[in-house]
């Protein structure tokens, strides 16, 4: 099955990637990677990512660290030694953030609840080509919350020898989830690597106020940490509900310094803007009311984002460690 979804994955199908074919490994540079990673010297690093790639399959991840590196205008032998110097990133920092443990007893349910209650987002199905969606609503913050929480996951970083703030970590180990679980499942039903992301972040109700000194600590930790950990697992980003002054004046500066490529992924959407790109993504069926749809889970007759299939899966865990101690 490996073999097979190795070279059914998104990567080589995605239709903002196929514009950019400058930029696309070549089937002699995944190979020579490859060949690489079978080498003595790098015996620890193809290990590591046995144990991690996504849906099993090394050689999707590693096409996508060739990605990586093509992108850094590395081509040949130097895109294969690129790639596998992005992969030893990747096993130095898991080991470093303990990414293999992080789904054992580091947060309390107090903890998890904080934030999800504090920080609202969702893994909430996927989308018409396939992907997995990932909603946050950052314009929903509670900042106060969001300083308790900050405030606890510093405790619990030093209480528990943390590399990061517990906070920024709780997020990584829910891109932990949609990698290792979510994404997993999927390769398995549609018989190829699922192994990229939807991301919609609602900017409805953005003030002043969240752009203070925890919340910007976590999102410039989170961005640093994942860039390292889930390389070119984005298929797109979808930013809606975002002040004017923002969609008209500051996100067309800040995108021109951006790559071209990822200029291609980020949509920016002014208030009440982006109905119908999103339909061209998710059927109103899967769309949450919030964002002009019409979905009836959970979740969204609730009115609060709680994690969406992350939070089901932890129930489901959290039945069979009770069965267990029975």
């Not at 040949?76 to 690129?82: Q, R």
């Not at 528990?160 to 920024?168: K, Q, R, S, V």
């Not at 860039?227 to 996100?251: D, G, Q, R, Y």
């Amino acid at each position: 099955f490996i073999f097979l979804v190795a070279r059914l994955t998104m990567l080589t199908d995605d239709p903002i990637v196929l514009a950019y074919p400058q930029y696309l490994p070549t089937p002699d540079e995944v190979s020579m990677a490859m060949e690489l990673l079978s080498q003595p010297d790098w015996a620890d690093t193809k290990e590591a990512l046995e144990g991690f790639a996504i849906a099993g399959s090394v050689e999707s991840a590693v096409r996508r660290f060739c990605w990586q590196a093509r992108q850094e205008n590395k081509f040949g032998k130097m895109c294969a030694e690129g790639a596998l110097g992005w992969a030893n990133d990747a096993v130095k920092a898991r080991q470093r953030l303990g990414m293999d443990r992080i789904f054992e007893g580091v947060f309390s349910q107090e903890f998890r609840e904080l934030y999800t209650s504090t920080m609202p987002f969702s893994f909430h199905g996927i989308d018409n080509q396939g992907h997995p969606v990932y909603i946050v609503r950052y314009g929903s913050v509670k900042v106060e919350a969001f300083q308790t929480l900050w405030g606890m996951g510093e405790e619990l970083q030093h209480a528990a020898g943390l590399d990061i703030n517990a906070a920024a970590l709780f997020h990584l180990r829910a891109m932990e989830y949609v990698t290792k679980v979510f994404m997993a499942s999927e390769s398995a039903r549609q018989g190829r690597v699922v192994d990229r992301l939807l991301c919609i972040v609602d900017m409805e109700g953005i003030k002043f106020e969240h752009w203070n000194a925890s919340v910007k600590a976590f999102l410039k930790v989170t961005s640093a940490e994942s860039t390292t950990l889930f390389p070119e697992t984005l298929h797109a980003t979808m930013v809606v509900n975002v002040p004017w002054i923002i969609s008209k004046a500051i996100w067309p500066l800040g995108r021109s310094f951006l790559h071209p490529v990822t200029q291609a992924k980020i949509s920016c959407f002014p208030r009440g803007q982006h109905k119908d790109k999103l339909r061209e993504f998710l059927d109103d069926s899967q769309i949450p009311p919030f964002l002009s749809g019409c979905c009836t889970c959970d979740e969204c007759a609730s009115g609060e984002l709680r994690g969406g299939s992350m939070f089901d899966w932890e129930m489901t865990l959290g039945r069979e460690d009770g069965d267990a101690r029975d």
